[in-house]
């Protein structure tokens, strides 16, 4: 590659860089200005806005919900996810196919025609809005991303693995408790976290799926109705650092273990 | 039940697969204490009889007794057999000790006894300093022990092994096969070993089943498949050899009488002789040629002339013309120094009836 290139690349690189970022950094100075409009220029720091947030009993609790929602949605959709992939990964039967369609298909839809779609079929059962019901669309619309990794890391597991463990005495239940699902730790703990933070993040299927009790994003969408103010961009930033977090934890975390139980 | 009964008997057993016929009516038996390799070419089936055996094929037809009981239908985990895999197989989230107790615990010992036999194991494999890593830690050699560990430490009834020094260097390889050798005699176990290695199943084995299609080739002793190979197949397969295509001519007491080239040869014919007039091939040994200034009493004599030699070191592979004008060639192996005396005259080859083998074809 010459000179002139990789300027031109590094450069594009860095104006990249840039369009991501730039938007979340001013959304996160905003946070300390000390003043009810967004804008600049900023004359004075405060934390006050921050202090606001973890004092708002209503902000605290809505955290909560969402988390609660989260990690519901998370452990149905990864119990259902697990038991998927291992009945579909490397079988071949009738149906496989057409199994692993409609398994994949929530992942597709677009979000604003599944949430309404759930809509309408949760008043068709007498569902009550509410938790129940976001927890049971979170928990479809996570499958799919279970199912594909599960699957994938199952792929990896070398045949012979299994036929060691029934060789040794065990039966198929025991063999898969005791070395399928601890190979498939590392691969359930990423699509947990994954799927915890789809949930967190989710704005459409809490919002026509919900009760008077509103999720995060749905509250931060309520306050940005009755105008912007500082305060919206302190809850934005703590729960940017908390997923970030979490993220990046996961990340490292999966990675170690996959390295770790190589065969 | 006796010692007389086969531990191991395997009736008329076909596989397919779909239109593979991966083993055609095999029967074999299994004696006790045996180390017994099967040896043969890639895909002629040898995995397959040891994961019928292991419980992880059924047979499309015929029976597998095992110690005098039918587990032809009986999963692996009911079966006193254990398999030391190619790849090994270790379970990579245990240590070397979880993995050794592994099958312990599941034939529901106490934790006492567990220890025990576990520890037994280990310091029988020299293992006892690597209980708490993980197989990743370990190298190729010290892998490959665990693994038999693993599987000698039920035991089982019968060990099975898949080609299980297939991923060491040449070196370590011939070391771990006198120790598995060793192994086998001390525990007294019966050893089911799978290679394509000749050299391999020649040193190490009691008797060797040779394998050809799903089919048995010959069985015998190693000495037996060397000198006395029943078809071409083994001949070629076991060593090297001088394949000796001629005309069946008639019996002499014992012997088979054939003509090759216009010389009258004398062998024998472990597998049965063709009829008078048929084309039949012998085998001879290349070490079973000797060399003469006269013509020797042996029960084969021809006359040669050297038309090529290669020096290997401790011996000497010398080629022979015996017939110029239809190109009947030998080829013989004899130490260096006489290797070296032979010239351009020509001189008498001669070799005994009993090292000549007619060949099945
Ligand atoms: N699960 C299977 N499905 C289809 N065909 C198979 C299967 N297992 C084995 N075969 C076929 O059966 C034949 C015998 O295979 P097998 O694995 O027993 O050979 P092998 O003697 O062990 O060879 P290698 O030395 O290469 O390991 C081969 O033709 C193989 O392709
Ligand atoms: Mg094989």
């Known amino acids: 590659m010459n000179r002139g290139n990789r300027i031109l690349l590094s450069c594009v690189y860095w104006a990249f860089v840039l369009y991501v970022f730039v938007p979340l950094i001013l959304m996160i100075l905003m946070g300390f200005k000390d003043s009810k ?64 369609g409609m398994t994949v298909l929530p992942a597709l839809v677009p979000g604003i025609i599944s949430a309404i779609a759930f809509r309408i079929y949760a008043r068709y059962l007498g569902i009550e809005p509410g938790m129940g019901a976001i927890v049971w669309a979170h928990a479809v619309h996570n ?31 025991i063999a898969f408790l005791r070395i399928t699902l601890p190979y498939l730790v590392p691969a359930i703990l990423g699509a947990s976290i994954f799927c915890l933070l789809l949930s967190f993040d989710d704005f459409v299927r809490s919002f026509f799926l919900g009760g008077y009790e509103p999720t995060l994003p749905v509250l931060i969408f309520a306050k940005l109705k009755s105008g912007m103010s500082p305060e919206i961009n302190a809850i934005a930033t703590v729960a940017l650092v908390l997923t970030a977090a979490i993220g990046i934890w996961a990340e490292r975390f999966t990675r170690r273990m996959n390295k770790d139980t190589k065969a | 039940m006796t010692d007389q009964t086969p531990l ?21 038996d299994i004696a006790r204490g045996e180390f017994v390799t099967f040896l043969g070419p890639s895909g002629c089936g040898k995995s397959t009889t040891l994961r019928i055996l292991g419980g992880f094929e059924r047979p499309t ?47 529901g010992m106490d934790k006492a006894s567990i220890k025990r036999r576990s520890d037994e194991i280990m310091s029988f494999l020299e293992l006892d300093a690597f209980g708490d890593r993980y197989p990743a830690q370990l190298s ?86 060397y000198f006395h190979p029943a078809s071409r197949f083994v001949a070629e397969f076991i060593g090297e050899t001088n394949l000796l295509s001629g005309e069946m001519r008639g019996h002499d007491g014992d012997a088979v009488v054939m003509d090759w080239f216009g010389q009258t040869l004398r062998g024998h014919a472990p597998a049965g002789a063709p009829p008078e007039g048929a084309p039949i091939t012998a085998s001879v040994r290349l070490e079973k040629l000797g060399f003469h200034a006269t013509r020797p009493e042996t029960g084969n004599a021809v006359q040669g002339k050297v038309v090529g030699k290669t020096f290997l070191g401790s011996r000497m592979a010398v080629d022979l013309m015996v017939e110029e004008a239809q190109g009947a060639t030998l080829r013989a192996f004899v130490d260096a120094e006489t290797g070296q005396t032979v010239g351009a005259d020509p001189i008498w080859i001669g070799w005994d009836s009993d090292s000549m083998a007619v060949l099945r074809d």
């Open chain 1, 143 to 173: 499958v799919p991303f279970v199912v594909l990794v599960v699957m994938a890391r199952l792929s990896t597991l070398p045949k012979s693995q299994l036929e060691a463990a029934r060789d040794l005495g065990a039966d198929p239940i």
């Open chain 2, 140 to 225: 190729g050699g010290q892998r490959q022990r665990v693994a038999l560990a693993r599987a000698l430490a039920p035991d089982p009834a019968l060990l099975l092994l898949d080609e299980p020094l297939g991923a060491l260097d040449a070196k370590l390889r011939g070391q771990v096969q006198q120790e598995l050798k060793s192994i086998q005699r001390r525990t007294n176990k019966t050893f089911f070993f799978v290679t394509h290695d000749q050299e391999e199943a020649l040193t190490m084995s009691d008797r060797i089943v040779v394998m050809n299609k799903g089919r048995v080739e010959q069985d015998g002793t190693p000495e037996d498949l």
């Open chain 2, 61 to 107: 037809t015929g029976r597998v007794i095992l110690d005098g009981q039918d587990v032809t239908t009986q999963p692996p985990e009911k079966r006193q057999v254990n398999m030391v895999f190619q790849d090994y197989a270790l379970f990579p989230h245990m240590t070397v000790g979880q993995n050794i107790s592994f099958g312990l615990e599941l034939k």
């Open chain 2, 8 to 28: 191991v008997r395997i009736e008329g057993v076909s596989k397919h697969f779909g239109d593979t016929v991966a083993l055609d009516d095999l029967t074999l």
């Open chain 1, 37 to 100: 409009f967004i804008g600049f220029p900023i004359k004075s720091w405060t934390l006050d806005w921050y202090t606001g947030v973890f004092a708002d009993a209503e902000i605290l609790s809505t955290l909560g919900y969402s988390a609660a929602i989260a990690v519901l949605a998370t452990l149905i959709s990864v119990a259902v996810g697990t038991w998927i992939a291992v009945l579909l990964e490397g079988r071949k039967f009738w149906g496989r196919t057409a199994i692993f």
